[in-house]
């Protein structure tokens, strides 16, 4: 793609930053400052809509830090905040001059004020709530002021303490009472392991308040154990994050670590055992084993194992990890693919061992295309599902999502599937060109989607392969949640008329293409360590229709109802986000090989007006929309219980929704059945894949209108140019 003269430049500086190229130098020893000044030179330089630093912005930034660091009030008083704004619209003059007293002094003062808060919960939690007493409790935040002196802090630790302890109250008597239920069967009917549970029966109230209050705390002290892990570099991030975010919703800078789980997460793999890990208090643990992975493949690490020290191959002292922050003991742990890393294990049993592993490629399969079969009147179809658009950046021609999908609809094929429903629920985007790649595979050639950067011509970005790899009915699942990349191929078959959309209202209407830049290539001879990366936003994208996606979204072809519908959570839900705008259309051709197109969407609306089970999931979505906006709460344990009740009551007429079943029976392709013969796991994830498709609504409709189309599908490849 051809940039602008801004990109451009940028890409020659990456390109020649250990060269002569610029006059422009990043040197500065501190990496605070030195990290700054990068990113407002990228931000004012690569950005698609650069800001003004002004008051304005500094006043914003300010805020949007602030309410990060303490969204609850309960730990700035007022007259921190006070002291604060001296420099409420002086960021944008310490941002030009590479000043960061600002965030100094409020990260000096948060450390102070969360070791106090250590004492003040803890005092607190010592002693017991009166759940008899009529008070109540908000949970709106944002209407909080901070409090003006200790006595008042405490208030309002003690209220968010007791509002978290009061559900924990009724979870215990809940628990309680089952256990005596059980408890007044025949004694016979117990075994020895359930005897404790028969015990927790006669616990009194007063005993059950206690352990409420000891969950609570239990919670908090893993949430501490957490924010001491964090170092100086970590809240930094998150100040640079306050002004970076200004510029748009997706522009967002990561620190080293966050870059790595950035990656892992487009590409779908890493080098590695093969586990994911968590922290509990000062202990690593194992909580999953990766399915396919070196630590599954060796058969010797377990979920629950503990991990106390790490040692390399060609070492001969190991690390103790105990105490260690998770992400450097991760460091350890992973490394490049064939070395062998040996880990000292506290078994769940108690034992200690050593065992090694060699690390490898680990695949995430959770994050690839997958596909099935079913049938439904006696017409074979096919099911895929694209969790996100995943690329390797470094080499595009190693597993990516188009090659998937071609793959995907090849295996298919030869299972002789009539129509295709392509489902991009929950898919958030990923990389730009695999969209492209994808719509390829369903059109003969052609424009999918515009983009364009400030003040430039635009780019069309088209498929030139005139081979085509699914040429039958095709329909596409989204919701609220398909954004970026889903939305561009969703818009591109649906201009063409080459499937039809079914889901929401609107997708997410994220129509903003990112890069990410590896901040370390800017520096000549780096000597203040990993300085992370930065994501920015530096095009817009339209349909060929010329249309933007941006805040808008795709439009169904037929609306249904789901969970998502009246909960804001899309682009225009978001801070900053970048306005709707067109552009001119482009010259395309429509698929002409469906003759009753719109009368496919008109029965499929039909059906759908008088879906007992839509009408349930509209309702249900009305329901939660109501619960999730509720601001008071009483702290008071009858009337507390009473609303729960009520709550308990209103949500039965809900049970019927996860009753409902298509009777449709959906089958994993003679390739994973192989693989699924040595994979216990993949057996697992698939039949729980199964079992959900099975009681799927949206999938079912899918099915009704890729009959439809097979009904009028026709083969003719004449078509009409338009333009729109």
Known sequence: MKGNYKFLLLALLIAFASCSFTSKTFDDPDKDKLLIQLITYVLDNGH????????????????????????????FYASDIEEFEAYKTLLDDQIKDYDVSFFNITHERLLQRIEESKKIYAEILDKPFDFSKQESYSADYEKLTYVKNKREMKERWRQQLKFSTIANYDDAISQRDSNMETGSLP?????AQNEKSKNEGDKSLVELEKQARGTTKRSLDELYDFIDDRQRKDWFAVYVNAIV??????????????????????SGNFEGIGARLQKRMDAIMVNEIISGGPAWRANELEVGDQILKVRQEE???????????????????????????VLTLKKVDGTIEDISITRDI????????????????????????????????????????????????????????????????????????????????????????????????????????????????????????????????????????????????????????????????????????????????????????????????????????????????????????????????????????????????????????????????????KWVKKIRDREMYSLNYDEYKKQMELNEE????????SEYNTNL????????????EQDSVLKEKRNRWHQSLAKDVYIEEALNVLNDLKMTYAIKNKVANVKN
Do not use: C
């Not at 800001?51 to 660091?69: A, K, P, R, T």
């Open 48 to 75: 698609f809509d650069p800001q003004d630093l002004n008051d304005s912005f500094s006043e914003h930034v300010f805020e949007g830090y602030l309410n990060q660091l303490d969204p609850f009030k309960r730990y």
């Open 187 to 191: 004694e016979s009917v117990f075994s």
């Open 245 to 266: 975010e200004e510029f748009d919703p997706h522009t967002f800078y990561f620190a080293p670590e966050d870059k790595d789980r950035f990656d892992v997460a487009i």
């Open 315 to 341: 070492e001969e002292e190991s690390v103790n990890v105990v105490g260690m922050r998770l992400d450097d003991a991760i460091k350890l742990i992973k490394g490049p693919k064939g070395t062998t890393v």
């Open 362 to 621: 680990v695949e995430l399969e959770e994050t690839y295309a997958k596909s099935s079969t079913v049938i439904k009147d006696d017409k074979t179809f096919g099911v895929i599902n694209l969790p996100k658009f995943y690329v390797n950046f470094e080499n595009y021609n190693k597993r990516n999502a188009a090659s998937d999908i071609k793959q995907e609809i090849i295996r298919l094929k030869e299972e002789g599937v009539e129509g295709l429903v392509l489902d991009l629920r929950n898919n958030g985007g990923g990389s730009l060109q695999t969209v492209v790649d994808i719509a390829g595979l369903f059109i003969e050639e052609g424009p999918i989607v515009q983009v364009k950067e400030t003040d430039q011509p635009k780019e069309v970005l088209k498929d030139k392969d005139k081979s085509i790899i699914w040429d039958g009915p095709l329909v596409i699942l989204v919701n609220e949640l398909s954004a970026s990349a889903s939305e561009i191929l969703a818009a591109a078959m649906q201009d063409y008329k080459r499937a039809i959309v079914i889901g929401s209202k609107q997708t997410y209407g994220k129509g903003t293409v990112q890069n990410v830049l590896d901040l370390n290539r800017l520096v000549r001879n780096n000597s203040n360590g990993d300085l992370g990366a930065l994501k920015f936003t530096t095009q817009k994208f339209y349909r060929v229709n010329g249309g933007s996606t941006q805040l808008e979204g795709v439009k169904s072809d037929v609306i249904v109802p789901d969970r998502y519908s009246y909960i804001d959570i899309g682009e225009k839900d978001q801070e900053n986000p970048l306005p709707w705008d067109k552009i001119d259309a482009v010259d395309y051709e429509l698929w002409g090989n469906y003759f009753d197109y719109d009368t496919t969407i008109e029965r499929s609306k039909a059906r759908m007006a008088t879906n007992e089970q839509l009408k349930l999931i509209d309702a249900n979505a």
């Open 650 to 657: 209103e949500a039965k007429r809900f049970e019927k929704l």
């Open 665 to 676: 029976t959906f089958n994993s392709l003679p390739y994973e059945i192989k693989l699924m």
